[in-house]
């Protein structure tokens, strides 16, 4: 059983490690936003941006509404944002501590 959960949670997490489904996530951080805001915002085709918010539908992370002609997504919920937050203040603080190390190396010995 616990093979499975971790498997789960490995499968999650190489969900999440494609820089378009990460830089989509950021985006709606912001609210709704209409699919063409996202593609003029990353600067992709609309055919790849599909393929990537169709994949973080299906793992729950964000929503689609239609209103009229025009599909809007927004992040499932405040776990997703809370989610962004944590890797973000990870990531600051792995990269301040290589900046220290760097530092230190750049001291003459």
């Known amino acids: ?14 969900m999440l490690g494609h820089p378009m489904r990460i830089r989509v996530l950021e985006l709606l951080q912001a609210g709704p936003t209409p699919v063409r805001e996202l593609v003029a915002a990353l ?14 539908r299906r ?10 002609s025009t599909v809007v997504y ?3 919920g405040g776990d997703v944002a809370d989610l962004l937050r944590a890797a973000r203040r990870i ?10 190390l760097l530092a230190e190396l750049r001291e003459p010995g």
């Open 59 to 68: 793992y729950g992370l964000v929503t689609a509404t239609r209103e009229g």
């Open 74 to 76: 927004a992040l499932a």
């Open 1 to 14: 059983m616990a093979v499975q959960l971790y498997q789960a949670k490995a499968e999650f997490f190489r």
């Open 43 to 56: 600067g992709v085709e609309p055919s790849s941006l599909s393929q990537q918010l169709a994949l973080l």
């Open 91 to 100: 990531l600051t603080e792995m990269i301040t501590d290589q900046g220290a």
